[in-house]
T-cell receptor
Framework: GAVVSQHPSRVICKSGTSVKIECRSL??????MFWYRQFPKQSLMLMAT?????????EQGVEKDKFLINHASLTLSTLTVTSAHPEDSSFYIC?????????????FGQGTRLTVV | DAKTTQPNSMESNEEEPVHLPCNHS???????IHWYRQLPSQGPEYVIH???SNVNNRMASLAIAEDRKSSTLILHRATLRDAAVYYC????????????????FGKGTHLIIQP
């Protein structure tokens, strides 16, 4: 089956530094990828929609200057958490669907556990 | 996306069937019913989806009520590896862009499997 790979799976960084998370679709092309955030004991919340070759679309309340998204190719999207603070500590998950696929399954990465100290 | 309601948690014994309910009384005629599950510390995983007829795959079965206002995910023989949070999500069949919208996750049902 299709695979979406996220890297790194776990990262610890100091407050004020930036962290980049990569999301790759390994065997299909994805015009659109999605980034979610999940705090402990809570559900996934959509942060932004990453569009290949154009600007990302952010959900209300998500700071676009803090969470930089780049979707440079049909198989790679990156999320950079800039000037991270302890409140940004969370589980970040990306998702992708096959290009042109209507109402089919979404494939998720394994998630990245970010801890800001 | 239309709202779904699921029990917060359910418990079952290993090797027994599990029926996970989902209510979606405001479902529209163009909404598909999707189920995903999330194992601890992992990203969600697709389980099954359907529109009107019952569906079966290697992981589970999906039973959809005749009025489509509720559905039940059936795990025929639960194992310890099925312990996860199960999410029932409605997706509009008419969505544009071939998957342009992210999924709206509710709180899901935390399934506990007893050995």
């Amino acid at each position: 089956g299709a695979v979406v790979s996220q890297h790194p799976s776990r990262v610890i960084c100091k407050s004020g530094t930036s962290v980049k998370i990569e999301c790759r679709s390994l065997d299909f092309q994805a015009t659109t990828m999605f980034w979610y955030r999940q705090f402990p004991k809570q559900s996934l919340m959509l942060m932004a929609t990453s569009n290949e070759g154009s600007k990302a679309t952010y959900e209300q309340g998500v700071e676009k200057d803090k969470f930089l998204i780049n979707h440079a190719s049909l198989t790679l999207s990156t999320l950079t958490v800039t000037s991270a603070h302890p409140e940004d500590s969370s589980f970040y998950i990306c998702s992708a669907r096959r290009q042109g696929a209507r109402n089919t399954e979404a494939f998720f990465g394994q998630g990245t556990r970010l801890t800001v100290v | 996306d239309a709202k779904t309601t699921q029990p917060n948690s359910m418990e079952s014994n290993e090797e027994e069937p599990v029926h996970l309910p989902c209510n979606h009384s405001t479902i529209s005629g163009t909404d598909y019913i999707h189920w995903y599950r999330q194992l601890p510390s992992q990203g969600p995983e697709y389980v099954i989806h359907g529109l009107t007829s019952n569906v079966n795959n290697r992981m589970a079965s999906l039973a959809i009520a005749e009025d489509r206002k509720s559905s039940t995910l059936i795990l025929h023989r639960a194992t310890l590896r099925d312990a996860a949070v199960y999410y029932c999500i409605l997706r509009d069949r008419g969505e544009s862009g071939g998957g342009a919208d992210g999924l709206t996750f509710g709180k899901g049902t935390h399934l506990i499997i007893q050995p």
